[in-house]
């Protein structure tokens, strides 16, 4: 076993990670970070999700054996044991799901920290929106937020977006207009996505394939600061799966041990030990930390590691408008409805956020394969095969309702018992399932949804049979003041270790209905910023 040192150690290469790299290497701290996966090269993920003929999310990536991680299809990474599947995916590769996320970046609104003062439904978070705001504007900064600083989204806002909005298309203009005399509100999505040149990065081109892989960074992913780290001294050790956390008697981290792909074992010690691996590798790397002083874990004498797994379950309803909108020309989605994440109602059901999606029937139908196949079963081929193709395609909008989740300690992550990846780590077992909270709001989000696509009439209209993943895995660590319900305290310490901070979306108590990344990256850098002020 080779031994090194390094200030801070960080498991973890996402959005946190590098964020957190970034700032601290920026002022002189020695930071290694360890990466589970390869270092993607945008040109082969582009090469590769263009000869696929299944284009999923993962599509563009290759998966390492010593590394592997869940797919939208075919995946057997996860062990399901739950009443129902555990629909998510990620990356496990250098700069994170980031390279195949959306680009979204909305801010919780005030009541989402306050859900149990509010609809005493779930807990409240330690700190309040107003304690997030000026980190969420830093976030905004260093992302690239582009925003309509004339919209209200229910988050107030001190500053104005650094970046202005990216325009609505086509089909987002035509249902502003169809639905301008109604309650439903045609919104722009902010997104760490350049509507101008910023951070030496072109502005978007409408190339259409944000996910999996944008061809020319002007959607955010997080090598973009995991690269600034590295220029500022930080060191990368890229197919480093970390396995075990070290703690000597008194509870003090003295270092992350990790494999290679060869199975040899390395380890490094350091004074602080940041752990930003995502909601479910980071709870199964501390629940495989088991020692004779901690049983259950690293930092779960809580017993909440790996509790309360959450997503945003997707709901879909779809349909075909009138005259054409010629989707696919654009980032896949760049509108919303953000009406139905605040209210009373939220006693009784879950908040939601209706997008507007711009890429047809992509995402419920799965591709062109369904329409193509129905347009060959009809006689069409050639000339005539094109027409009705493109006569139909340009008409097709999807509507994806984002819905939240209370808390709840039975969603949970374990490492699996059964089942190893080729160097001898466990597998996440997952158990999940829906409450009435959330499938009641999958009810009321079917009829707002249908309700917009008839006053804008649409018709063929459908409703996707099942929920879908978001791909936005949180929970699992959360933060609170009271060391025996929570993991972390409003600063991301561990309750039970000093020098341990474990960072990203685990750490959040509830889910809201916003896309969680500029929340992670708010708190990433809020933590940052204390870790130079009190821990180094």
């Given at each position: 076993?080779?031994?090194?040192?390094?200030?801070?150690?960080?498991?973890?290469?996402?959005?946190?990670?590098?964020?957190?790299?970034?700032?601290?290497?920026?002022?002189?701290?020695?930071?290694t970070i360890l990466e589970a996966g390869t270092f993607p090269d945008r040109s082969h993920a582009m090469k590769k999700y263009y000869e696929t003929a299944i284009k999923i999310p993962e599509s563009a990536y290759q998966i390492q054996p010593h590394a592997p991680y869940p797919t939208t299809i075919n995946s057997n990474y996860f062990i399901n044991k739950g009443k129902e599947n555990f629909k998510s995916t990620y990356l496990r590769v250098a700069g994170g799901t980031t390279w195949h996320w959306l680009g979204t970046c909305l801010r919780l609104v005030p009541e989402d920290f306050k859900m149990k003062t509010n609809f005493n439904l779930g807990i409240d978070w330690p700190i309040s929106y107003s304690d997030?705001?000026?980190?969420?504007?830093?976030?905004?900064?260093?992302l690239g937020v582009s925003g309509n600083n004339n919209e209200d989204l229910g988050s107030p806002r001190k500053n104005p977006y650094p970046l202005p909005e990216i325009p609505f298309t086509l089909s987002d203009k035509y249902f502003t207009e169809c639905?301008?005399?109604?309650?439903?509100?045609?919104?722009?999505?902010?997104?760490?996505?350049?509507?101008?040149?910023?951070?030496?990065?072109?502005?978007?081109?409408?190339?259409?394939?944000?996910?999996?892989?944008?061809?020319?960074?002007?959607?955010?992913?997080?090598?973009i600061h995991l690269n600034k780290a590295i220029k500022h001294g930080a060191k990368l050790i890229t197919n480093a799966v970390a396995y075990e956390v070290v703690s000597d008697t008194t509870g003090k981290i003295t270092a992350i041990n990790y494999k290679k792909p060869d199975k040899k074992i390395e380890s490094i010690q350091g004074k602080i030990f940041i752990l930003a691996?995502?909601?479910?590798?980071?709870?199964?790397?501390?629940?495989m930390s088991k020692t004779e002083n901690f049983k259950n874990g690293i930092a779960n004498t809580s017993d909440q590691v790996g509790r309360n797994l959450a997503d945003h379950p997707i709901i879909l309803i779809y349909g075909s408008?009138?005259?054409?909108?010629?989707?696919?020309?654009?980032?896949?989605?760049?509108?919303?409805?953000?009406?139905?994440?605040?209210?009373?109602?939220?006693?009784?059901?879950?908040?939601?956020?209706?997008?507007?999606?711009?890429?047809?029937?992509?995402?419920?139908?799965?591709?062109?394969?369904?329409?193509?196949?129905?347009?060959?079963?009809?006689?069409?081929?050639?000339?005539?095969?094109k027409e009705e193709f493109n006569k139909i395609a340009s008409k097709q909008v999807s509507l994806s309702v984002l819905t939240e989740m209370l808390p709840n300690p039975e969603n949970r992550i374990v490492p699996s018992k059964e089942k190893f990846d080729t160097i001898g780590i466990p597998h996440p077992e997952i158990h999940f399932s829906l409450d009435e909270y959330t499938k009641k709001s999958f009810s009321d989000a079917t009829k707002k949804c249908i309700e917009i696509l008839e006053k804008s009439n649409c018709t063929n209209i459908k409703i996707?049979?099942?929920?879908?993943?978001?791909?936005?895995?949180?929970?699992?660590?959360?933060?609170?003041?009271?060391?025996?319900?929570?993991?972390?305290?409003?600063?991301?310490?561990?309750?039970?270790?000093?020098?341990?901070?474990?960072?990203?979306?685990?750490?959040?108590?509830?889910?809201?209905?916003?896309?969680?990344?500029?929340?992670?990256?708010?708190?990433?850098?809020?933590?940052?910023?204390?870790?130079?002020?009190?821990?180094?």
């Open positions: 076993m080779s031994n090194n040192y390094s200030d801070v150690v960080i498991v973890g290469s996402g959005v946190a990670g590098s964020l957190i790299a970034y700032k601290l290497s920026k002022h002189g701290i020695k930071v997030l705001e000026e980190w969420y504007f830093k976030a905004e900064q260093e639905l301008k005399d109604t309650d439903y509100k045609i919104c722009h999505s902010p997104q760490a996505r350049n509507s101008v040149e910023f951070d030496s990065r072109p502005a978007c081109c409408g190339s259409a394939s944000c996910i999996p892989c944008c061809p020319v960074q002007a959607k955010y992913d997080a090598t691996a995502n909601s479910i590798e980071t709870a199964k790397l501390l629940l408008t009138p005259k054409p909108i010629y989707p696919f020309r654009s980032p896949l989605s760049t509108a919303g409805i953000d009406k139905f994440r605040i209210g009373e109602f939220r006693k009784h059901f879950a908040s939601y956020r209706i997008e507007l999606l711009n890429d047809g029937w992509n995402f419920p139908e799965g591709g062109f394969q369904p329409l193509l196949t129905s347009l060959l079963d009809q006689g069409f081929y050639g000339k005539q095969l996707s049979n099942n929920w879908y993943g978001a791909g936005h895995v949180m929970g699992t660590y959360r933060m609170g003041d009271n060391a025996k319900d929570s993991v972390v305290d409003k600063n991301l310490v561990t309750h039970d270790h000093k020098n341990l901070i474990l960072v990203g979306s685990g750490v959040m108590p509830t889910t809201g209905s916003a896309n969680p990344t500029l929340t992670i990256a708010a708190l990433s850098l809020r933590c940052a910023d204390f870790i130079k002020k009190n821990l180094i």
